[in-house]
């Protein structure tokens, strides 16, 4: 069973930054996509950012321009580095993991982000 940790959430005033991290439990390589999504208080899970094994990359469109997603292979991590931050992008991030051959689908326990106005 994959495993995916995150850790880097905390509490940031608007306007700031934060990096969040994603360790994995195996080479990354193997995984189809990696994705950061965000579940905000009364609302549905948003995927927010997706790396694929390549090496494109996909925001949603509330994060384009403020939010970069990466990965470092050699560490089996993946990042989201966060900056120009709103209230709005308040919510717990959680990290999912994607394989299509086997099939997988992996999260992490998620990392509160909380952004003051």
């Known amino acids: 069973q994959v495993q995916l940790v995150e850790s880097g959430g905390g509490l940031v005033q608007a306007g700031g930054s934060m990096r969040l991290s994603c360790a994995v439990s195996?080479?990354?390589?193997?995984?189809?996509?990696m994705c950061w999504y965000r579940q905000a208080p009364g609302k549905q899970r948003e995927l927010v950012a997706r790396?694929?094994?390549?090496?494109?990359?996909n925001y949603a469109d509330s994060v384009k321009g403020r939010f970069t997603v990466s990965r470092d292979n050699t560490k089996n991590t993946v990042y989201l580095q966060m900056s120009s931050l709103k209230p709005e992008d308040t919510g717990v991030y959680l990290c999912n993991g994607v394989r299509i051959i086997p099939r997988g689908d992996y999260w992490g326990q998620g990392t509160q982000v909380t952004v003051s106005s």
């Open positions: 790396i694929t094994r390549g090496g494109s990359t």
């Open positions: 195996e080479n990354i390589d193997r995984l189809t996509a």
